[in-house]
């Protein structure tokens, strides 16, 4: 009797523990696609020139460090995005993968962007890392450093 009341409480237990564990990962994976949906947000409003867009997206601590190593803050990189030598015409992300640590997110991904540069067309590729933190209850990106990849070979 004694050995089948220690085993219902062990299942018990046990079915509870994984019960949270279970919510847990849902929690994570729907913030995570929450992300995945901003970083696209992100890629839209770059293609629309849309400072509005990007500026709800960024904290306003948000920094970026660019491919050349140079750092802006909020205001810098907005003001990038509205200059008339800024000329988008596609923005991608070819890979993202993110990461949910809590109020905390890391998205790593390839970013693909094609725009007209003194009338040439030019596409860039772009390794990232954006760091995501939930602020007052909303994700907000407070950090995104970009490195410049080599061009893809030509396919065979």
């Not at 949270?20 to 409003?45: F, H, P, V």
Request: net charge neutral; charged share 25%; hydrophobic share 45%.
């Amino acid at each position: 009797m004694m050995r089948t009341r220690l085993f219902a409480a062990f299942l018990i237990t046990a079915t509870l523990g994984l019960a949270i564990a279970a919510a847990q990962q849902s929690k994570t994976s729907d913030d995570a696609g929450r992300i995945t949906a901003l970083e696209l947000a992100w890629n839209r409003a770059i293609e629309a020139k849309d400072a509005k867009a990007l500026e709800m997206l960024f904290a306003d601590s948000f920094l970026a460090v660019d491919v050349d190593g140079s750092v802006t803050n909020k205001a810098e990189y907005l003001a990038g995005i509205q200059s008339s030598d800024f000329q988008p015409s596609q923005a991608v992300n070819e890979e993202s993968k993110v990461h949910v640590y809590g109020d905390s997110a890391v998205a790593l991904g390839i970013f693909r962007i094609k725009e007209n540069e003194k009338g040439k067309v030019r596409v860039h590729r772009q390794r990232t890392v954006d760091t995501w933190v939930r602020l007052n209850g909303t994700w907000k990106c407070v950090a995104a450093v970009a490195v410049e990849l080599p061009a893809k070979p030509p396919a065979n």
